[in-house]
């Protein structure tokens, strides 16, 4: 059984950085995409970034592209999620989730495409 958990957030003043972790644990050889997705307050999931871990490839949606940047270390099973020039509209609870068959092709993160899930690490942005 896969295991996910978060670690990482904080309350950082805008213009900061963060880095989260995913560390994950009951994945076999060859497991499929890694995503990010976040939860403002009030708001739906949404997804943030994603990583195939079969050919290294990555996925960002539009909200993370050119600050955000994922990346993953198999030599403990970990993917981080890098975060620079934070804005306060990035306040959200940040969770991790994957699945065996899951990879991101560029179209999108879709909930229901993963099935574990980790239990999310708040990240706040504010003066």
């Known amino acids: 059984q896969v295991h996910l958990v978060e670690s990482g957030g904080d309350l950082v003043q805008p213009g900061g950085s963060l880095r989260l972790s995913c560390a994950a644990s009951?994945?076999?050889?060859?497991?499929?995409?890694t995503a990010w997705f976040r939860q403002p307050p009030g708001k739906e999931r949404e997804g943030v970034s994603c990583?195939?871990?079969?050919?290294?490839?990555?996925y960002y949606a539009a909200s993370a592209k050119g600050r955000f940047t994922i990346s993953r270390s198999s030599a403990d099973n970990t993917v981080y999620l890098q975060m620079e020039n934070l804005r306060p509209e990035d306040t959200a609870t940040y969770y991790c989730?994957?699945?065996?068959?899951?990879?991101?092709?560029?179209?999108?993160?879709?909930?229901?495409?993963?099935?574990?899930w980790g239990q999310g690490t708040q990240v706040t942005v504010s003066s």
């Open positions: 990583l195939n871990p079969s050919d290294g490839t990555t």
């Open positions: 989730a994957t699945d065996p068959m899951m990879y991101c092709d560029g179209d999108g993160l879709s909930e229901p495409d993963f099935t574990s």
């Open positions: 009951g994945l076999q050889s060859g497991y499929g995409a």
